[in-house]
């Protein structure tokens, strides 16, 4: 079975002032049918831009290059703006992060459901209304029909995320992405909406692409991991098999950083020392060469590649001297 | 909803008294009585006649107490009589206040087709040779005064095709092509030189609303960047433009003032011209009067569309 979403080789390069910055380099990733996908990093890893290529959301300063983003079978870099704006909210839709800013102050939170369902199924505005209130009612929001006409500020941020949730699924995407959906809601709400979106994506049969820096939520919630650093894939495997045995110095080190419970609180929390590379000056060998702690001479002039190290899963890391 | 305009509705009544008692005793502090420019024609006119007339109209009184017997027959429509025409104020105003109202309503209708479209433009286009020539435009319009462009429409096309502008006024309703013919120039001039800064602040706002979050909502939705533009973005941009427009009010007042003396146009700014210059107190008193409460009509207008347009507004 080919898989549903196949990136390859994707970069991602911006124009800036300082001279061309590339935020993804080469990066390559599958996604098969109703398989839920997280990519986990820092901040600046290049997650959030991996997102907004798929979905040709980048705009005007940005360079797409690869070798094609195969999305059932079709190339998302060859197509047609137009072609491609037929996608979006269609058959690959997005939820983002913030959910206080992401929906239109000035218009009823109805209106902003219904506008997909009209757009790209041609349905009637009664109709998309009606259909709004059932996703409403999906997304456990409480008298569905009344709220259709309230606007976003009558909403609490965990609401509207249920509402930007709502509006994902509204033309039953095959792919949704979820770009750190639950980074800016009090914790309690986190899980809440992360359970939501695992069984509203179950039901439909969709697939997810997970974007997270949160390590319990790619345990609690994906069946595979592509950990990225400094735009590149370091590494890739099933939840199990990362979990069990992290193969990259920068995964060991991210599981070693995540705050837990057990630990006694006397315990210095462990972290990964040094920053995160600038990316208009990465190193000529492995980006993360500056901070592992077993990097040795050839880390630092040779650049390792992905490589199999078992079944389904990938590496790149030349390994201890 | 009904309770806000009520109550704006009854702010307006404080404003109004106070705004009317600081006209009515500022005009009377202008040098140069008007007693003394009607006894001008008469060379023989002694101090007793100077004190019968000033009695006649009621000018011999303290100022307040003419206020409060002004303000209250102003209650009741009553704006006292022009002292040179033989005519009631609030007919005198009755003529002239529709030839203003026109030109006003028609400036703004131009000021804001043209500062919303080229603002809009110039945004979605930033940085184009479209937004630099729009922007050029925006800053001639804001530079060069409106009388100065009005003359140069009277003088130019009368030297080069031998045609300009009707000199004789034809109301409204009489014949609207007539009308229109001879308002249209100076409407169209006066809202294009308000709509300069209506596009600086169109553009400011679209650009600053288009690198919102929900507007990358709005095209993740896959919709087509005219409903993202006109659907999710122009509206949230126009909130600023809108308090904008109402601030512009008193600016467009004493922009028609000019316009209508250079384009011989029979308004209340050609009345008040006149009456200042003759020291007409109550027909002075009387437009001023009826420019406030235009004014602060089209404040409560504006914050009326403020709810229309923001519906955080609203609720509140």
Redesign the interface.
């Known amino acids: 079975m080919t898989a549903l979403l196949d990136v390859r080789d994707l970069s991602v390069t911006f124009r800036t002032e300082h001279g061309p910055l590339r935020a993804v380099d080469g990066v390559s990733f599958q996604v098969a049918r109703g398989e839920t996908l997280a990519i986990v990093g820092e901040s600046g890893s290049g997650k959030s831009v991996t997102a907004l290529a798929l979905l040709g959301l980048l705009g005007n300063a940005a360079t797409v290059e690869g070798a094609g983003v195969m999305f059932d079978d079709c190339d998302l870099t060859a197509l047609t703006p137009e072609a491609m704006r037929r996608i979006r909210g269609n058959r690959i839709a997005m939820v983002f992060q913030e959910p206080m800013s992401s929906l239109n102050p000035v218009l009823t939170v109805g209106e902003q459901i219904a506008e997909p369902i009209r757009l790209h199924k041609k349905a009637s505005k009664a109709e998309a209304l009606r259909m709004a209130a059932g996703l409403l009612e999906k997304v456990s929001i409480p008298d569905a029909a009344a709220r259709l006409k309230e606007y976003p500020h009558q909403f609490s941020g965990g609401m509207r995320q249920r509402v930007l949730i709502a509006m994902a699924l509204a033309c039953q995407p095959a792919l949704i992405v979820a770009d750190e959906p639950t980074t800016a809601l009090d914790v309690t709400v986190q899980a809440q909406i992360l359970d939501l979106l695992r069984q509203l994506t179950r039901e439909s049969g969709a697939a997810l692409v997970l974007i997270t820096h949160d390590l319990g939520v790619v345990a609690r919630y994906a069946d595979r991991v592509a950990v990225m650093y400094a735009g590149r894939i370091v590494e890739s495997a099933s939840v199990r098999d990362l979990f069990r045995d992290p193969r990259h110095p920068y995964t060991r080190g991210l599981m070693a950083s995540s705050p837990r419970l057990a630990v006694e609180a006397k315990t210095a929390m462990a972290t990964i020392a040094g920053q995160p590379p600038d990316l208009a000056r990465l190193p000529a060998g492995c980006s993360f060469a500056p901070r592992c702690p077993d990097a040795h001479a050839r880390c630092l002039v040779e650049r390792p590649m992905l490589e199999v190290v078992s079944p389904g899963r990938v590496s790149a890391c030349h390994g201890p001297a | 909803m009904n309770d806000f305009v009520i109550r704006r509705c009854l702010a307006l009544i404080p404003t109004l008294f106070f705004a009317s008692l600081i006209i009515f005793c500022a005009i009377r502090l202008i040098p140069g009585d008007v007693i003394d420019l009607m006894l001008a024609q008469n060379d023989v006119a002694s101090s007793a006649d100077r004190d019968s007339l000033r009695a006649a109209l009621g000018m011999d009184r303290p100022v307040i107490e003419q206020y409060f017997s002004w303000a209250g027959h102003a209650l009741t429509g009553d704006l006292g009589q022009s002292l040179w025409q033989n005519e009631p104020v609030a007919d005198l105003i009755a003529q002239r206040l529709p030839v203003t109202l026109e030109l006003g309503a028609l400036a703004i209708l131009v000021s804001i087709t043209v500062g919303v479209s080229i603002g809009v433009y110039s945004a979605v286009r930033q940085d184009t040779a479209g937004d630099y020539i729009a922007r050029s435009f925006s800053l001639l319009m804001l530079s060069v005064p409106g009388f100065w462009l009005a003359t140069l429409v009277m003088v130019f096309p009368s030297v080069w095709w031998r045609w300009s502008p009707a000199l004789e006024f034809t109301p409204l309703f009489v014949d609207p092509v007539r009308n229109l013919t001879h308002i249209l120039v100076p409407a169209v001039l006066l809202g294009l030189s308000l709509s300069g800064i209506t596009m600086r602040m169109t553009r400011t706002m679209m650009l600053d609303v288009l690198r919102?979050?929900?507007i990358?909502?709005?095209?993740?939705?896959?919709?087509?960047e005219s409903a993202v533009i006109f659907?999710?973005a122009l509206?949230?941009s126009l909130i600023p433009v809108v308090t904008l427009v109402g601030l512009q009010a008193p600016l467009l007042i004493g922009g028609a003032v000019i316009f209508e003396q250079i384009f011989a146009l029979p308004g209340m700014g050609a009345l008040l011209l006149d009456a200042v210059f003759q020291r007409d107190y109550p027909v002075v008193t009387g437009v001023f009067l009826v420019v406030g409460v235009t004014v602060l009509f089209i404040n409560l207008a504006v914050d009326l569309a403020y709810g229309y347009?923001?519906?955080?507004v609203r609720?509140q």
């Open positions: 919102q979050d929900y990358r909502t709005a095209r993740a939705k896959g919709l087509k659907r999710h509206r949230n347009l923001d519906p955080r609720g």
